[in-house]
């Protein structure tokens, strides 16, 4: 399968997973803006998602791109996961900190 299909389709996969968990709003991004910058996933404020659906990810470059395309607007994440797995989500511990920190004090960002 060619790369841009595989992606298309985890995008898909991944914004249909966080309507599962009860995100109704979450779509593909590239539907709406198109800009090499856009998150692949829209609907999770306040997160800049990339996703990656392919057996060999270097995360590194992957996180790069989402911390680079956030602009410092979002917080950004990588969704991942590999044939037969399960999805991941991967992001910066300063990022992780600041969410924990929110939730253990029980307010959203």
């Known amino acids: 399968m060619?790369?841009?299909l595989k992606?298309?389709?985890g995008e898909r996969e991944f914004a249909a997973l966080?309507?599962?968990?009860g995100y109704n709003?979450?779509?593909?991004g590239t539907q709406f803006q198109g800009g090499f910058d856009s998150p692949d996933v829209k609907g999770l404020p306040h997160i800049?998602?990339?996703v990656k659906r392919t057996e060999r990810l270097n995360i590194h470059e992957a996180m790069s791109q989402s911390v680079r395309d956030s602009e410092g607007k979002a917080i950004p994440i990588v969704a991942h996961r590999?044939?037969?797995d399960g999805w991941m989500i991967t992001m910066r511990a300063v990022?992780?900190?600041?969410?924990?920190?929110?939730?253990e004090a029980g307010k959203g960002i």
């Open 82 to 84: 590999r044939n037969r």
């Open 25 to 28: 709003n979450t779509q593909r």
């Open 7 to 9: 992606g298309g389709r």
């Open 18 to 21: 966080c309507r599962d968990e």
């Open 2 to 4: 060619n790369s841009k």
């Open 48 to 50: 800049h998602i990339e």
């Open 95 to 103: 990022d992780w900190f600041t969410l924990y920190r929110e939730w």
